[in-house]
């Protein structure tokens, strides 16, 4: 996938891809390229290369004739190239069969650039023995040519591609954490990459002969997927080139993928033929009617098993030195930390790394280029799960402190990032294996309060809350509800209430079923208590209002959290912005989506710095209180949440709460975000903690009416 320079390097000004910067005239694109004398598609190039990469020691060095196929990628002062080899000689000899198809298979990616740099071959071997060394390089002044054979798996961009972004959880765990050791040793040799992106690392399998990642994409696709038929070799294999990656490394069987496969596999995925789906969750198409969500019975199925995966940079264009970083580097928005975007430059590189490889690890589970703004200081505007909420939860912690705005707020190094993420791994593991044990039992605690702010603007306290629990702690039932509080036909305070109230009387009904030990549905019961009140919300301004001949945006609402907990999994529907959290140890992570029109507009592809300029996008896109207008009188259309289920071990807390909580807990949602975190691992009572949470948002200026509820699990 072709990366585009998107800020003028001489003055920091978007270049949008145009062929001369609009502010200060510096010459981008094309003409930058003439002006460097690049080469381009269809011009052919003489290039030297060794036989030893291609298995053939014996020929010495050959001469190739490659044609440029495309260009690739295209930044002032580089470029890259698809290329491939129209033939190969040695002394003017053109070779014949094998030998001429082992030179003439690969393709080729040619790196040109003006930037200064050092020879591959002068660095130090730690630093080599992470890079892919290329087979021809040449220079002319500042102008440098490096030639590569595309032989060492897939980059990281084209493997999440080719499987539609939907990576299962080991891929994602054996991914990452082969590219952030990577980074780990990099680091340790005094080197920092600073452009890092999915495509420009390679993943390849160490368990297969050939490297290719057959086990990765067998798993998405539901079949074995096949590496293309390499040249036949009459001479002996070696052995696996793995056993020791550096020096050998580009001495593989050339492997690409052909176009022919590629659209096989998309075929494949078209066909619904695949090994597993996000089985937890299915995502909502989201326009003026919400379409119902649906929870099958089976859960996500998630190995614990480590694939044999190890990684490795592609070209050299982007290492440097700690202490000799250059004052002009490249950027790519959605990877690049902010000090880079913003022009300041990174005092070590070893944070703006980190940086990068939370938005690696972004892309990962999300299967998106991460929606990076200027208004939320060039980190992610929305979750990775808001993408994919059938994920498993656990890794929006690590995300999250990666891609800290502050360079100081991260990790202080890749070693910490790694032991935080395989400690998110081992939870979301434990999860899996907790079907195998007893269930946790549930300590529940609820509060609100009106708001010292809000108080004096309007008396009444338009949030509701709802929580009871069995006995024994393995059933509960917890809802949360915010009156939307510009209505004029009826008042939020009303529908809020109504949804508490039927959730009391759904409990009643429930609870004795669940003591007889009978089958307790749980989204039977969502769907009872949603129902139940958006019927309460018509029936009262028909009363009141009728005949009805207002706006349908008028009428009374209420953003709406119900959970069912019943023997460790947790059933849960979500309407408006109000907010699940769920927390294990210093991780806090969001379960739901929020309703607004910033978040969906993101989710449908507008871009973040487009979608939060947008005036009111705060506003509800979906909230209870659904209906249609019939001869002046509204008739209640059943509401349609997002549905999730997720399983809760000993050692997890949800929060449920409104966002008089998050709006007031601090001076932005990373801060309040923060502070709720901190009073969850420092208060580890639910009702205490509640109150807690409750001072928080009041000393913060208390402008929003305040719900929450806090289940512990032990």
Known sequence: MPLSETVCPECGEPTRDDDSCPICDRATGEMAAFGAHFASPGQTLDIVVEGRHYGREELGEVTLVVRVDEVLEEFDGRRVLVASAVSASVSGVDLQGDDALAFLHPTYLIEETTRPRPRHDSWPEEVRRLVRAPVFLEREGNHTRSVFVDNVGVSVGDLVDLVRGELEYEQVKAIFGSVAELFRRLHRAGWVHLGLTPWNVRVFDRGSEDGFPRLFISQSLGQVFEAPEPAEITEPESGNPFEDRGATVIELTPLAFSAEEIARAAELRDKGETASEDRGFYEPTYDSSSISEVIEDDEPEVGTSGLEIDAVLDGIDRLFEKGKIDDEIAVTPGFSAPELLSGLGSKDGESADIFALGMLLYFLVSGMVPPASVYTRYAPAIPARNFRPGFPPGLQPVISRATRPHAADRYDSVE??????????????????????????????????????????????????????????????????????????????????????????????????????????????????????????????????????????????????????????????????????????????????????????????????????????????????????????????????????????????????????????????????DNILAIMLAEPDPALACLELILLANRGGGGDNIGLSIARFY
């Open 416 to 673: 910490a990032m790694l032991d935080a993420f395989y400690e998110a791994c081992e939870a979301i593991e434990a999860r899996v294996r907790s079907r195998e044990y007893a269930p946790p039992v549930i300590r529940l605690a609820s509060d609100t309060h009106i708001g010292i702010a809000k108080r004096r603007r309007n008396p009444t306290n338009q949030d509701s809350v709802f929580s009871a629990a069995s006995e024994d702690g393995r059933f509960a039932l917890i809802v949360v509800a915010d009156g939307v509080s510009t209505a004029s036909y009826g008042s939020g305070d009303l529908a809020s209430r109504a949804l508490a109230e039927e959730a009391a009387r759904v409990w009643e009904d429930a609870l004795p079923t669940y003591l007889l030990e009978s089958q307790v549905d749980e989204t039977r019961i969502i769907h009872q208590i949603l129902g139940r009140a958006n019927h309460r919300i018509v029936d009262h301004v028909n009363r009141t209002y009728s005949p009805f001949r207002g706006s349908p945006h008028e009428v009374m609402g209420s953003t709406a959290l119900v959970a069912v907990v019943l023997d460790g999994v947790v059933t849960l529907a979500a309407l408006g912005d109000s907010r699940v959290y769920l927390q294990r140890g210093a991780g806090l992570e969001q379960m739901t989506v929020d309703h607004n029109l910033w978040t969906l507009s993101i989710k449908e592809g507008v871009a973040a710095d487009t979608a939060l300029a947008m005036p009111h996008g705060e506003a509800l896109a979906r909230c209870m209180g659904t209906f249609v207008i019939e001869e002046a009188k509204l008739v209640a259309v059943d509401p349609q949440p997002d549905l999730f289920r997720f399983r809760v071990i000993e050692g997890d807390s949800m929060l449920l709460t409104t966002d008089g909580l998050t709006d007031f807990g601090g001076a932005n949602l990373l801060a309040a975000e």
